[in-house]
């Protein structure tokens, strides 16, 4: 009997490894380039594979996505692509990187404003460029007034902080106001606002808020989510106190944002399953995780967003085309470089 048994054993595993291998060698899968942290995705995708039996391999790239994606070519494994800023989002499409997709899903889901027409890119998120002031030193009445375009003014002479002005944050920032005001206006603005700083434009977002708690600036330029993650302790017990050391400001009602997004890449190897994971990424509950995770505001119309964001006050994106945004930016770089912000 157990020589039976082991020998209908032994013939049932040969029998069915044949038809299981295969079947597993085509098990499904997509391959995920991103330069977003493990931290994020990795709870989403997890819960993706979960709902959908459709297993992710995630890239994290550092940097240089689109060079990799281009060197790569028809080869690449590639099949979807989730980066943060407009101008990386629409370098990849200005390369031909990525193809159009059509889906009533993601159309549904993402205002036609943060998607491409022709289906070539999609928002995923977006995130403010605000303003931090300091609690201290500058009425809530004065910061609710504040905009951009106030940082310039010789009141804050010497009390200005900011970042590299070549720092794509800035660049999407800055795009967003020469299509506002015009590349004469831009080239007069950066003067004036470099004239203000308190120091050297360089370091990073959170820095901004270290150094007005530290007396440096009263005010300075950052996204929203980093006042999320210094607020939430998430930074530590040092970061929390500079996140309290300023106001967010959203100015002027009319916010600039940037966005992260995401492509299906032109050689997908696995387009389906690639649209499946974008039509997950859209979904209310991905959505929550996706843009509270890293204090975000979500794309979906709908989505709760986290109670720290919510604090900063009602988003109202400044009326612009992403696509035209991420197009000033070798302008940007140039008026940036002519008026030796970072110097
Ligand atoms: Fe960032």
């Known amino acids: 009997m157990t020589r039976l048994r082991s020998a209908l054993l032994a013939l049932s595993f040969f029998a069915v490894t044949p ?17 977003r942290e493990a931290g994020l995705l990795k709870p989403l995708t997890d819960r993706f594979t979960a709902e959908t039996g459709i297993q992710v391999n995630t890239v994290f790239v550092q940097g240089g996505l689109a060079e990799r994606l281009a060197a790569e070519g028809s080869r690449s494994r590639a099949d979807v692509a989730i980066v943060v800023d407009v101008g990386n989002l629409m370098e990849l499409v200005d390369r031909d990187l990525s193809q159009p997709i059509r889906s009533e899903v993601l159309e549904g889901a993402i205002p036609a404003n943060l998607r491409d027409p022709q289906g070539r890119w999609f928002a995923l998120s977006t995130r403010a ?49 020469l299509i506002a005001h ?30 007005i708690m530290a007396g440096i600036c009263d005010v300075g330029v950052a996204n929203t989510y980093y006042a999320g993650l210094m607020l939430s302790g998430r930074g530590g017990e040092e970061q929390k106190l500079w996140g309290e050391a300023v106001r967010v400001v959203l100015p002027g009602r009319e916010t600039a944002v940037n966005i992260t997004g995401a492509i299906v890449t032109r050689h997908a190897p696995n387009r389906a399953e690639a649209l499946r994971l974008l039509e997950f990424m859209v979904s209310p509950e991905a959505q929550t995780v996706y843009a509270n995770g890293n204090f975000e505001n979500p794309v979906r119309p709908g989505t709760p967003t986290n109670p720290i964001v919510e604090s900063f006050g009602d988003l109202t994106p400044r009326d612009v085309s992403m696509p035209e945004v991420a197009a000033r930016r070798a302008a940007v770089s140039r008026i940036v470089d002519e008026v030796g912000f970072d110097r």
């Open 182 to 211: 015009g590349e004469p206006w831009l080239r007069d603005y950066l003067t004036k606002l470099k004239g203000n700083l308190a120091r050297r434009a360089a370091g990073g977002d959170r820095e901004v808020a270290r150094d």
């Open 19 to 35: 038809i299981v291998a295969p079947a597993q060698a085509e098990a499904a899968e997509v391959n995920l380039y991103t330069t």
């Open 129 to 177: 460029r605000a303003i931090y002031a300091s609690r201290e030193r500058i009425s809530e009445a004065d910061a609710k007034a504040l905009t951009y375009e106030a940082l310039a003014e010789p009141r804050f002479k010497g009390r200005v902080c900011i970042r590299s002005g070549q720092h794509p944050y800035n660049t999407a920032l800055f795009s967003t106001l």
